[in-house]
Structure formats: C-alpha cells, structure tokens
C-alpha cells in the first residue's frame, strides 16, 4: 500500500481531529479562564460526545465502500485517482464531528453567570449630580475642573451596562439635564455639551442639587439607588439645605457619593490669552466645605472621596465602580442565563451547509 493512499484513508480522521481541534481553541478558553461562570446544567449528555468516533468509522467506511469499482473498466478507472467530488467526502465527515459536539454541548444545556439576562436584572439607579458653577472653571484639574469631570464621568457611563443612568446640573438653580435611561449615548451627548455659564454659576445650591436628584430617583424601583455629587465649593444658595436634602435622601433609603473637586482655598482659574495666544491664569477664593461633603455620605451609607488632581478623580470613580459592582452582586446573587444557542446555532447552521455539499458537489442522495 502507497504512503499516499494510506495518508487518503486516515483523511476522515485527520479532518475531524482539525475541526474538533479548531473547535476546542475557540471553546475551552472561555471555559478555562478565571471567573467564567460557565457551567452545565445537565452535564451527563456530555457522554453524547462519545458518538464521534463512531461517526469517524462510518465516515471512514463510506469512503472505502464508494472507492469500490464493480464495473470492467474499473481497473482504468481506478488508475486516475478519485476526483475532486470524492475528496470533499473526509471534510464532510469533519464536519459532521464538529455538527455532533456542538449539538451535545448545546442538549448539555451550558449556563453562563457573566451573561445575565436583562429581565433577571435589577440594575442601579444611579443619578449624576454635576457642578457647573463658575468655580468650576478653576485649572488646578487640568484643563479645567468641569472638563476634567466631564470625562471622567463619561468614562464611567461607557462601564455601565444594566444600571439606568440620569444627569442633574446646578450652580445657584439646579435642574434635570436628563432623566434616568438606559440609553446611554444620549446621556452621554448631553454631558459634553455642558459648559460653564449654561446657568447662573454665581453660587452654589448644593441643597437643590441633591433635592433635584432625589425627585428622579423618588419613584425608582431599583434596589439600589444612587446620587453621584461632584462639587467643588460649599453651599452658598438655595432653599433646601444640604444637611436637609440628605436626610431625605437616607429616608428614602439613596446612598450618596460624593467627590470634592479640589481641595483648595484659592485655586487657578483661566482668564483670557495673551498676544501670543498662551493662556492667562489668575487666582480666585474658592471657598470648600469638606465636613459637608463627608457627613452627607457618611449619613446616607456612601463614601466621600477627594480629587486633588486627576488621576485621584479617576481614581475616585474607579473606586465608585467596584463598590457598586460588588453591591450589585450582594442584592442580585449569581444569576445564570442559559447560552446553549451559542453551539445549537452553529451547529444547525454547519448541518445545513454539509447537507447542501451532499446534494449538490458530492451528488449524494438523502
């Protein structure tokens, strides 16, 4: 027996080894990494995998039978080789292996905790409660106070994935800039557009502010409810006072966050360009009310942080994420969503496809 047609006999083999071999570099990963939380609820159907050595052997036996000539110009014929039609026959029988361990891993009924379905989920509500007063305009957080705000808090909208978010301004007045939403392109849109001077930044009514807040989250039904105060001055203005507008919040069980933008006095603000077009900076009383800030969140079960320059800002949201991250964990448990589609799908999609080569390259009837 030629080396060639010995290589030619095992190809059913070979090819099933290829695909399965592709297959388990796309699978066992996901599988195999750290915190995956994928399972199987029903994972007795994996002896199911035991079919595909049998479906090898008949592979393999298909392709000797059709080698067979039972007519007197066979030995002829058989001296030119199989054609092109029957050596499309070992990838076929791949195929068919690939087609019967996605079938048994989908029947095994695989369960992923990492891909909660949306209707298990109770997300966060969580309301970002902005300074846009005049103070804010302050550089000592490059470029400004505001912009540097600004992106951070777009960074940590981009991290939300089931929590509705929603976004309330102030300075002396404070209003809703946009109400709780899952749609978080728009909130975002309309967080870059805010800018110094849009409301009267004379003052600060962080009171209202916080009053504001609490009115989109009253009604809330979410588990967890949040407000995300940044400010960088004390509460000089408004009708409700901070201390008030916290207890409210307690009672209505909101956690406040609060971030001081700043922590000094007498900060950089810019002024203008000079006649080389080189920015002009000044300096101007900015005065702060850290024990404020502190007592709100203390009160209301949240934390106070403190952002003396950028990276403590980032720094600040990123340790807001994880604390809302693992409150979220702690309200929801482990929650499994079945993602069985992910190999039955294929898996139909391939049969559909080997049956269409059966029929219509390699002629074979049903």
Not at 99 to 107: D, E, R, T
Request: proline share 4%; hydrophobic share 50%.
């Amino acid at each position: 027996m030629k080396p060639k047609w010995r290589l030619r006999r095992w190809a059913p083999l070979l090819w099933s080894l290829l695909f399965l071999s592709v297959a388990a570099a796309w699978i066992l990963p996901a599988w195999l990494s750290e915190g995956s939380g994928l399972r199987f609820e029903d994972p007795k159907m994996l002896l199911g995998l035991l079919a595909i050595p049998l479906v090898v052997a008949a592979g393999m036996l298909e392709r000797r039978s059709s080698g067979r000539m039972r007519f007197p110009l066979a030995a002829v014929l058989a001296g030119t080789g199989p054609g092109w039609r029957a050596s499309m026959l070992p990838v076929s029988v791949g195929v068919r292996s690939l087609i019967v361990a996605l079938l048994v891993l989908a029947v095994a009924r695989p369960q992923d905790s990492t891909r909660r379905q949306e209707t298990e989920l109770e997300g966060i509500d969580i309301v970002l409660t902005l300074d846009v007063s005049g103070s804010m305009e302050a550089g000592d957080l490059e470029p400004t106070r505001l912009e540097a705000a600004k992106a951070v808090v777009l960074d940590f909208i981009q991290r939300r994935k089931n929590d509705r978010l929603g976004a309330v301004v102030f300075a002396t007045n404070a209003f809703t800039l946009c109400p709780l939403t899952l749609d978080y392109s728009i909130i975002a849109g309309m967080l870059r557009d805010v800018q110094i001077g849009m409301i009267d930044g004379s003052s600060t009514a962080i009171g209202n502010a916080v009053g504001v807040s609490i009115n989109r989250l009253r009604k809330s039904d979410a588990k967890s409810k949040i407000i995300i105060l940044l400010t960088d001055g004390t509460s000089n203005a408004g009708n409700i006072s901070p201390e008030q507008a916290a207890d409210f919040a307690e009672t209505l069980g909101i956690k406040i966050y609060t971030v001081l933008m700043g922590v000094q006095d007498e900060a950089k603000v810019a002024k203008g360009l000079d006649f080389f077009a080189k920015q002009i900076f000044g300096s101007q009383q900015v005065p702060i009310n850290r024990e404020l800030l502190v007592d709100m969140s203390q009160s209301t079960g949240g934390e106070f942080f403190e952002a003396t320059h950028r990276r403590a800002l980032e720094t600040s949201f990123h340790k807001i994420l994880d604390e809302l991250e693992r409150s979220k964990i702690a309200d929801q448990g482990v929650v499994y969503a079945e993602v069985f589609g992910d190999y039955l799908w294929p898996a139909l999609i391939l049969l559909a496809l080997d049956l269409l080569l059966g029929l219509f390259v390699m002629r074979r009837a049903l």
